[in-house]
């Protein structure tokens, strides 16, 4: 496997439901983040980690539970979402800041 | 208002023509800018960064980034239908790790 990769591609979840979502990075970056696509809307930071540490948390609801067990696994936990968190979700990585950022295929995620 | 501004055309161009695709932003803190192309279920995938001013040239797509003016174009020459795509530009300060970004350009490229 080269680069950003997400699994699943697609998650279908009852508002009740607990996932998790999983972003793997094979470039040695030491920073990851997740963010949020929603039609016709701009990318939504939610995290931010580097070097495992988190940074940023941009006001994300804690039904979002970020995991980074170290620099090259970056989880995103969900439980009892709400139909409007249907999006796709990215991962990205970079190496130091985050002027060149590698991003995932996503995980395009519906909550019914 | 917006940090960043894009419009979300859908922008309808015939092949080999000149595109231009902006965007505006009110901070002026804003020193790194980016441009992303986003395929159809695709992440998107860095196309080129700018430090503060200037032009930056890469292969057929150009760069601009005007401080005075808060505002950035990326040029793409001799347009082919491959280049049909969403293009997101993105901006960041010095400091931290947050990269904000307009919403996309749809852009289609009729051979």
């Known amino acids: 496997e080269t680069g950003v990769t997400q699994t699943p591609r697609h998650l279908v979840m009852g508002m009740t439901n607990k996932k998790s979502l999983k972003c793997e990075q094979h470039l040695g970056h030491n920073a990851m983040y997740w963010y949020k696509q929603s039609a016709k809307k701009p990318l939504e930071l939610m995290f931010v980690?580097?070097?495992?540490?988190?940074?940023e948390n941009n006001s994300v609801p804690s039904r979002f539970s970020p995991e980074c067990p170290n620099s090259s696994h970056l989880f995103l936990h969900l439980h009892t979402l709400q139909p409007e968190d249907s999006a796709l979700y990215l991962c990205a990585s970079s190496q130091d800041n985050g002027n060149e950022q590698y991003f995932g295929p996503g995980t395009r995620l519906t909550v019914t | 208002q917006k940090e960043v501004e894009q419009d979300p055309g859908p922008l309808s161009v015939p092949e080999g023509a000149i595109v231009s695709l902006n965007c505006t932003y009110s901070?002026?803190?804003?020193?790194?800018f980016m441009w992303y192309r986003q395929y159809s279920r695709k992440g998107p995938e860095l196309l080129m960064y700018t430090y503060s001013s200037g032009n930056k040239e890469d292969g057929r797509f150009t760069a601009q980034v005007d401080k005075s003016s808060k505002y950035i174009s990326l040029f793409i020459r001799d347009s082919q239908p491959s280049d049909s795509a969403t293009y997101l530009c993105?901006?960041?300060?010095?400091?931290?790790?947050?990269?904000?970004f307009g919403a996309g350009t749809r852009l289609f490229v009729k051979a």
């Open positions: 980690y580097n070097f495992k540490e988190q940074t």
């Open positions: 993105a901006m960041r300060d010095t400091g931290g790790f947050k990269t904000i």
């Open positions: 901070n002026s803190a804003f020193q790194y």
